[in-house]
């Protein structure tokens, strides 16, 4: 992608040769005053504009709410197939803002731009998924991406696809650098029954991220669900990809598991399902077996640690990024 900037410096006769090829028009815009910009860029553009209006993530990361006092971005974009019409389009519409900003009523930022290509659309995602250290020895790699291996690296190679867990989110790391903890404890190459490799419940798998470091820490078996297919599917498919098929098995399905009890039960999902759950996980968890609870905001910490510690689970450990937090709990031989 070309980079953003004044529409001035960007070379659109060279973009115009190349087949699905457009102009991305941006303007931020105080809230009050979208409107206004949008119907000035829906003029210079066919396919109309789109909002990105400012927002906070609340309800644990599930819901967002739009922030008032940060500015929106109102982006259009033309076909470069006639550059002499964009031209013509791009300078009616700057005419236009300069009018609008001549008023003063609300703070309207300048029109910029950039060229975009619609084979960049498609992988323009990929460009925020870099190889990623995590811990002492777990490296992520998405499979698009080289790494030279450390000798004690433990190399997860990941496409996360449309599946959540690309470990970039706090709440994925710390689940990883729980697994780790584990890991140098033996509890996973040697937390089974009569010391043998542990079984891994991994409940909510997502991209499968949490369930395939577990394998390459040392678990000798390993269970993925999710309610979604779609994680299901990736959740396989990167098991495969990893070549540990024959360890970690994908499926829909939830807490309980129907197939535990388990040695170490991992669930990064939001402390609102955590306490919801909290009886299904309980009784996946073996006597002497591992919960590693993670997704926690900060301010739900001590209500999630209470419903599982009235549920006879004790936190061992806790660790925390940011407002997050994950928890280590441990049931009772």
Sequence with gaps: MARRG??????????????????????????????????????AAPGGTSVEPAFELVEEGLAARVDLARPAIVRAHLPLADVHAVRAAVARAEGELGHLQAFGLRPIGDLSGRVVHEEDWANAWKAHFPVLRVGGRIVIRPTWRRHRRQPDDVVLALDPG????????????????????????????????????????DVGSGSGILSIAAARLGAGEVLAVDVDP??????????????????????????????????????????????RLADGLVEDVRPGGVLLASGIFENREAEVAAAFEVRGLGVDRRWEEGDWVALELRRPT
């Design 162 to 201: 449309m599946a959540f867990g690309t470990g970039l989110h706090p709440t994925t790391r710390l689940c990883l650098a729980s697994l780790e903890g584990l890991a140098d404890r033996g509890a996973l190459s040697g937390g089974g029954a009569g010391g043998g490799p542990a079984r891994v419940l």
């Design 6 to 43: 004044p529409l001035a410096e960007l070379d659109l006769d060279a973009a115009s040769g190349r087949a699905g090829s457009w102009l991305e028009l941006s303007v931020a815009a105080d809230h009050e005053a979208v409107e206004a910009v949008s119907e000035i860029l829906s003029r």
């Design 230 to 275: 779609v994680a299901v599917e990736a959740s396989a498919a990167n098991a495969r990809r990893n070549r540990l098929a024959r360890v970690v098995r994908a499926r829909q399905g939830s807490s309980p598991s129907g197939e535990g009890p388990w040695d170490v039960v991992v669930a990064n999902l939001i402390a609102s399902l955590l306490i």
